[in-house]
């Protein structure tokens, strides 16, 4: 990985045991009997928005499990234009152990904060603990399903459909279990960062949000957090059922 990063030690951030991704991420298979094996290589480090968090083409040194915050993780492509394959999310796994190169490039898009291990550490555990091993499996085919929702976030929608959709996408990985009803979602992101990961207008996106807010899909509690009183309302207003795929009346 290449940014400007900063490492620090524990100091506030949880212990492996109380870590708040625990039960999404990869280390979610790890009994208490390994996590001072995690809690000895790990570093946790901290990335400003903007940051380069890995760079494609790059050796791959780290594998890093997100903490907290946004990323996305994208490719250059042959004119040069960026393509955002994926938003990444805490309880994602940036990096892919057992390759030499790093295949997309990371981005911060707020403050991020990560889990690092060295890459030959990382795969070493995957060796020496089966549970982290099938949660890798696991989390491999969760990050099919997520990618398929992000490319239903910008695919052939309107602005009010990817808007909502990003928000069913934020709520549905931020709730400790998917929630049958209604919810609180941190946007985490300015109505700009918003327009610019939707390629929208600032302007387009403020009707928006004021569209789902006069339909009473969403009610804000601030500028970026929002309560979503009925998620699978909103769902439907992204053209998505529950699954994810196109709903159905």
Known sequence: MRAKQKAF??????????????????????????????????????????DRIALAGSEL??????LSG????????????????????PGDLIGQPWRDKVTFDVEALTHVETCAFRADVFEDLLEQVPGMRASMMEK??????????????????TARQKLASLLVLLAMRQAAQPPDNGCVVDMMLSREQVADLLSMT???VSRQIAGLVRDDLIRPLTRRVFEIPDLRALMV??????????YQA
């Open 140 to 157: 491999a085919l969760d990050d099919l399903d997520t990618a398929r929702r992000w490319l239903g976030v910008l695919g052939h929608r």
């Open 61 to 66: 040194v780290e594998v890093a499990t997100m």
């Open 237 to 246: 207003a992204s053209g998505d059922d529950a699954d994810g795929g196109p």
């Open 9 to 50: 030690a524990y100091g506030g951030l949880p212990e492996c045991r109380s870590c708040p991704v625990r039960a999404v991420g990869v280390c979610a298979g790890a009994g208490a009997a390994d996590l001072p094996s995690l809690a000895r290589g790990k570093t946790y480090r901290s990335f400003a928005p903007g």
């Open 70 to 89: 946004l990323a996305t993780m994208s490719r250059t492509q042959e004119r040069g234009t960026r393509q955002i394959v994926c938003l990444l999310q």
């Open 202 to 204: 600032f302007e387009t």
